[in-house]
T-cell receptor
Framework: GAGVSQSPSNKVTEKGKDVELRCDPI?????LYWYRQSLGQGLEFLIY????????KSGLPSDRFSAERTGGSVSTLTIQRTQQEDSAVYLC?????????????FGPGTRLTVL | GDSVTQMEGPVTLSEEAFLTINCTYT??????LFWYVQYPGEGLQLLLK?????DKGSNKGFEATYRKETTSFHLEKGSVQVSDSAVYFC????????????FGSGTRLSIRP
């Protein structure tokens, strides 16, 4: 596709439920990133993938969060047993390669609301 | 660790005013520096970037110069328009094999007609 796409665009869930957020990066981009933007806050880095590998998972807020990437393309971010503090916009980005001068292209985000 | 500090908003200006949004950074290496913009209802997009000291990034009338001596990357525009109203994020990317972008907290800019 032309850009990074994310689904769903909005997700409302009840506390304690699991949710899956999906990211389709730009075709051919080897690096993929997940960020979280909480209301009134800046962007918080969560995790990155180089290909299908995520070497550093320390940015994930808790062990309820996990992410995977298959085929060097689509990635899913899973939040188990959601809590109200998980409510945020989850942003995915991709870049051609994992280098600082390569622009990261962002998707429109998934707005997650945990009731 | 590396960090980005930018001026707090909101910033409200009249159309055609001069804009400066300050940004300073802390980094152990030689980061690339970015300004991202988030227009109302839209996703985050890159506005401009600079990859080494003294580089000037520019786009849509905005400019920012990578100043290593002052560890700054201030965003400027000579004459703002209502359509520039958005949230602006200063950011850095660590080193030559960047695994993430570190963002500032964002500055909300509102331009009055």
């Amino acid at each position: 596709g032309a850009g990074v796409s994310q689904s769903p665009s909005n997700k409302v869930t009840e506390k304690g439920k699991d949710v899956e957020l999906r990211c389709d990066p730009i075709s051919g981009h080897t690096a993929l990133y997940w960020y979280r933007q909480s209301l009134g806050q800046g962007l918080e880095f969560l995790i990155y993938f180089q290909g299908n590998s995520a070497p550093d998972k320390s940015g994930l807020p808790s062990d309820r969060f996990s992410a995977e990437r298959t085929g060097g393309s689509v990635s899913t971010l899973t939040i188990q047993r959601t809590q109200q503090e998980d409510s945020a916009v989850y942003l995915c980005a991709s870049s051609r390669e994992l280098f600082s001068y390569n622009e990261q292209f962002f998707g429109p985000g998934t707005r997650l609301t945990v009731l | 660790g590396d960090s980005v500090t930018q001026m707090e908003g909101p910033v409200t200006l009249s159309e055609e005013a001069f804009l400066t949004i300050n940004c300073t950074y802390t980094a152990t290496g030689y980061p690339s520096l970015f300004w991202y913009v988030q227009y109302p209802g839209e996703g985050l997009q890159l506005l401009l970037k600079a990859t080494k000291a003294d580089d000037k990034g520019s786009n849509k009338g905005f400019e920012a110069t990578y100043r290593k001596e002052t560890t700054s990357f201030h965003l400027e525009k000579g004459s703002v328009q209502v359509s520039d109203s958005a949230v602006y994020f200063c950011a850095l990317s660590e080193g030559s094999s960047a695994s993430k972008i570190i963002f500032g907290s964002g500055t909300r800019l509102s331009i009055r007609p």
